[in-house]
């Protein structure tokens, strides 16, 4: 869960997940979620495989694309955690 949590630290990763997992289909390639960032495309490029790597991400090579998804039970256990923390937290 730390490399997930160390992952998601870095504010362009946080703004890269939430674009791929708010996208509509569920899934994204860097031309999707580019727009608005303010790094380099392969910078960005970088910032999802360390996401993939992290196990948040699932990465799928399409022609010259790599279309990236949310892993649900990455984003299941993150939920957990958080709700965990934040029920702690008010107690």
Request: charged fraction near 15%; hydrophobic fraction near 50%; proline fraction near 3%.
């Amino acid at each position: 869960m730390a490399t997930k949590l160390k992952a998601l630290a870095d504010p362009v990763r946080l703004q890269l997940f939430s674009a791929v997992a708010s996208h509509a289909g569920g899934e994204a390639c860097v031309c999707d979620i580019s727009a608005g960032v303010e790094v380099s495309q392969p910078t960005i490029s970088h910032h999802l495989r360390v996401l993939r790597d992290a196990g948040l991400l699932t990465s799928q090579r399409r022609a010259s694309w790599v279309y990236y998804a949310v892993v649900p039970d990455a984003l299941a256990s993150l939920a957990v955690l958080l709700g965990a923390t934040s029920a702690q937290m008010s107690a």
